[in-house]
């Protein structure tokens, strides 16, 4: 409908309304119109491929959070902005990195060191996602045993308990 307008008028109309359908802004749209003409009509319905996951490496993933450990040691704090400017300082030595001094500190990361050397380096929202999610899977725990798990084990002074999260405690019995 949009290649079929008349004029300039008709076509702005005709952007406006496509994505107000598809929900997306007017500058997006003539990307999508473009490979619709390039490709098909099956290009509208394929999202990408990686969405959900990293753009970065394994490599670069397990660099940045070796690096929060380091950086968070021994009451030692620092933010995820700190170790993405941390990148960036270390991206801006370049040549230097080569010097046997960092061999310990890129030990088993030589792609990340190759990268820095070059002067790429993940961008800082990559960063906070890599570290975020870290700390998410690693405190993703049990706070208390009241929640609802399956085959919970209790330890008590007594002994250990196992239950179901569907069998309630009987109260009525207690020790005390």
Known sequence: MIRQAPDNIDCRDAIADAAKALG??????KP????????????LAVGRKDQGQYRISKEW??????????????G?????NQISGYLKALASQRE?????KHDEKFKGYSQVREDLIVGKH???????????????AKYNKVRHPGSPIEAQILQTTEGRYFRNHLQQ??????PY
Request: charged residues 25%.
């Open 24 to 29: 997306k802004s007017t500058i997006n749209i």
């Open 32 to 43: 999508i119109i473009e490979k619709v003409d390039q490709v098909g009509v099956a290009t």
């Open 61 to 74: 993933h397990d660099f940045i959070v070796s690096l929060h450990h380091w950086r968070n040691r021994e």
């Open 76 to 80: 030692y704090r620092i933010n995820n």
């Open 96 to 100: 230097k990195l080569r010097d046997k």
């Open 122 to 136: 993940p961008s800082h929202v990559s960063v906070y996602k890599v570290i975020n999610s870290y700390l998410e």
């Open 169 to 174: 405690p009987d109260l009525a019995n207690r």
